[in-house]
């Protein structure tokens, strides 16, 4: 059943499209405060980095994420982040998700 | 498929945050099977050889030389030490943040216990009979162990790690009551039979 449920179309569109909801899923499993390398992610997720890059600057912009350039050592790094912004709004859209999904399995 | 298209059904959604969780999760996380696994074969290998060249009662089940288990042992965990340090430090480098630091000062917490225990055990093993200063250090160095597995699991909020601690320390002890010789078998079956179990548990956990 793939068809489109309405109530859906409702939810955050930010991280409704699916790239994003796969980034803001991945960096749901840091702790408060951690963050991941920009290789890490792009090979956790299987995306190409430009794209990648798309996504994180769309969720920059709407607070979820936060996008660190630094080094380790003499190697440059970008370390990205899920604010708290973007954790409450992960949770709130994967109790939405649980939310639409309980009535429709008691039809 | 484009990617900028939102998922039509919640089902398939909270499926997708599922398994983009359970990747990177894994991604992250040192494989438990090189953390553990070159334990459990330094001490099921070393401990064998040490029961088989020193068991109970100053028994000799096979005439290795009297310097071979301690070598053997000494090298694998070693070998072991250096394995767990390079792959703790390569997953450590992939995140940033109070998690890598704890990662850090725990593997640090390792050393300075180990050493610590050492330096007390060599001043005080010389004026003990032999199979006793075996004790002391075995049964010591294994106490550790145990007792840092346990911290680690209550840091790390991971109960299979606190109970492989618990279980190895009270195979250590009742190892040391028993006696020399036989917790060199104990410490051998249980602790390092139970690091390899440990080390598939976590791994299927991940996969």
């Known amino acids: ?107 | 498929m484009d990617d900028d298209v939102p998922l039509g059904n919640p089902a398939e959604s909270l499926a997708l945050i599922e398994r983009e969780r359970a990747n990177l999760e894994r991604d992250i996380t040192p494989d438990p099977r090189w953390m553990l696994w070159p334990w459990g074969i330094a001490w099921l290998v070393g401990f064998a050889l040490f029961f088989l060249r020193y068991g109970p009662d100053g028994r000799v089940f096979v005439d290795l030389p009297d310097w071979l288990p301690l070598l053997v042992l000494m090298t694998l965990i070693l070998a072991a030490g250096v394995t767990t340090g390079v792959m703790g430090a390569r997953a450590g480098r992939q995140v940033s943040g109070p998690t890598s630091r704890q990662g850090l000062l725990y593997g640090v917490t390792w050393s300075a216990a180990i050493t610590a225990f050492a330096v007390l055990f060599a001043r005080i093993s010389d004026v003990l009979p032999e199979p006793e200063s075996g004790l002391l250090w075995a049964g010591g160095m294994v106490a550790v162990t145990g007792v840092l597995h346990m911290a680690g699991g209550a840091l790390w909020n991971d109960r299979d790690l606190y109970f492989l601690g618990a279980w190895t320390l009270l195979a250590d002890v009742v190892g040391i009551l028993i006696g020399p010789g036989w917790h060199s078998l104990i410490v051998c079956v249980a602790g390092g039979g139970g690091m390899i179990v440990a080390g598939l548990i976590g791994w299927l956990r991940l996969r």
């Open chain 1, 1 to 107: 059943m793939t068809e489109i449920d309405p109530r859906v179309t409702e939810l955050d569109p930010v991280i409704h499209a699916q790239a994003r909801l796969r980034v803001v899923s991945a960096l749901s499993v840091l702790r408060d405060d951690d963050s991941v390398t920009f290789p890490r992610l792009q090979e956790s997720l299987r995306m190409t980095a430009g794209n990648l890059s798309v996504h994180l600057r769309k969720l920059e912009d709407a607070g979820y994420v936060e996008v660190t350039k630094t080094h380790h050592g003499r190697t440059p790094a970008t370390l990205v982040r899920l604010t708290r912004r973007g954790r409450l709004a992960f949770e709130d859209y994967t109790a939405a998700l649980r939310a639409l999904l309980d009535p429709l399995e008691e039809q």
